[in-house]
């Protein structure tokens, strides 16, 4: 496996269930993001690692909980979601923090996991 | 605050057709600016980038300038291909953060 992979593609759920979103990087970064996708909607930042420890945490609700066992996993455990949340949920990852003019600190995207909350 | 606009699709276009897409941006400071491409079932993709005013970001024949006077980077292409057909973002950040903002996307269609 190459960049970065999430599991599963496709995630189907009911309000009452529990389920997790895994995202693996095989780059050697240190930063992970969760992005939540919605249509006709800019990109929303959900949650930044570094070095495994949360630095951000972008007014997410608590049915959202994220853990990053490591520099290369990072997981979205999902409890009791409403149908608003249903969305295309992207994970990345970069060297470190520090993007903007930086030439070789680019955010590496994954395919994204499809949720949809019935 | 800091936001990106971009032009609302899908846009559908026949192939060798010359592409323009809308950007601009408000923004306190000097942003660097970003074009970021998502094939289908694909995560995005940075496609180019530029880091000051009047720098041209180029890649795979797409081209964009970063414009202070009109706060703009529209991405141009001169002749697109059925394979170019994904969803573009026009997206900023500021040197040193690791916050994008991002626009809302533009659907791209080439027809064949």
């Known amino acids: 496996e190459t960049g970065v992979t999430q599991t599963p593609r496709h995630l189907v759920m009911g309000m009452t269930n529990k389920k997790s979103l895994k995202c693996e990087q095989h780059?050697?970064?240190?930063?992970m993001y969760w992005y939540k996708q919605s249509a006709k909607k800019p990109l929303e930042l959900m949650f930044v690692y570094s070095l495994e420890e949360r630095v951000e945490n972008n007014s997410v609700p608590s049915r959202f909980s994220p853990e990053c066992p490591n520099s290369s996993h990072l997981f979205l455990h999902l409890h009791t979601l409403q149908p608003e949340d249903s969305a295309l949920y992207l994970c990345a990852s970069s060297q470190d923090l520090r993007l903007g003019s930086d030439p070789y600190n680019e955010q590496f995207f994954g395919p994204g996991t499809r949720l949809t909350v019935l | 605050g800091n936001s990106v606009t971009q032009m609302e699709g899908p846009v559908t276009l026949s192939e060798e057709a010359f592409l323009t897409i809308n950007c601009t941006y408000t923004a306190t400071g000097y942003p660097s600016l970003f074009w970021y491409v998502q094939y289908p079932g694909e995560g995005l993709q940075l496609l180019l980038k530029a880091t000051k005013a009047d720098d041209k970001g180029s890649n795979k024949g797409f081209e964009a300038t970063y414009r202070k006077e009109t706060t703009s980077f529209h991405l141009e292409k001169g002749s697109v291909q059925v394979s170019d057909s994904a969803v573009y973002f026009c997206a900023l950040s500021f040197s040193g953060t690791y916050k994008y903002i991002f626009g809302t996307g533009t659907r791209l269609k080439v027809l064949a």
């Open positions: 780059l050697g970064h240190n930063a």
